[in-house]
């Protein structure tokens, strides 16, 4: 199930996506100190690595800000 993740320019309204996981589903989204964290139905958080396209495994069961 390909899940993707996008990015909306504040100034003109624009979409671009910006990274899609083609292995396992986005249910749900953190930003913290500046980078995208995602959750799949897995019990895992990823790091997306933009410049990549791949992820890194946190290891984490929680973000805290």
Request: one cysteine or more; a negative charge.
């Given at each position: ?15 671009q996506k910006i990274y899609t996981n083609n292995n ?42």
């Amino acid at each position: 199930m390909p899940a993707s993740i996008y990015r909306v320019s504040a100034s003109d309204g624009t979409i671009q996506k910006i990274y899609t996981n083609n292995n396992a589903p986005i249910a749900g989204m953190a930003y913290l100190d500046g980078s995208i964290y995602y959750a799949n139905w897995g019990n895992e958080i990823q790091r997306p690595e933009l410049s990549s396209m791949t992820d890194t495994e946190t290891n984490a069961m929680y973000l805290c800000a």
